[in-house]
């Protein structure tokens, strides 16, 4: 009879253990889809804001060579040089684009943190070329 109910007993636990198991199996298993949700989001956000900036120099970078083709030489050099920090800016932007795409979620909070710093640097950047920009544009 004891040998029945330490056996019952067992069983019992046996199965108590196992459904407790298989629902913390479950939790952590929806923790890690919500983990791969949330770097996912981060990285459409972040790639967002970069191709946004990488766009926008684009434009500008296009009316500096429009700009270029007719700008008297006493000019040129200003928009030469505007146009090199430009291709730099865009240089920064599309290194990070493509450190985010080749990221996995293991080295995903170092490139994020990356791709944060040369979207921020870059934005930073072109308010600073932002008068010389438009003083290049409007000069007719």
Excluded: P
Excluded at 71 to 99: F, G, I, M, P, W
């Amino acid at each position: 009879m004891k040998k029945l109910l330490v056996l019952s007993a067992l069983t019992l636990a046996s199965v108590s253990f196992y459904q407790c198991s298989r629902t913390a199996e479950e939790k952590v298993e929806k923790a890690q889809e919500k983990v791969e949700r949330d770097i996912r989001k981060e990285k459409e956000d972040i790639t967002r804001q970069l191709r946004v900036l990488r766009d926008d120099i684009n434009g500008d970078l296009d009316k500096l060579s429009k700009r270029l083709e007719t700008s008297a030489e006493k000019s040129r050099k200003d928009v030469e040089e505007l146009r090199d920090n430009l291709t730099d800016q865009r240089l920064k932007v599309e290194r990070a684009l493509d450190q985010i795409e080749s990221s996995s979620d293991n080295t995903w909070d170092d490139i994020q943190q990356n791709a944060k710093n040369t979207a921020s640097d870059v934005k930073v950047e072109m308010e600073r070329l932002g008068e010389r920009l438009k003083a290049v544009f409007d000069n007719n």
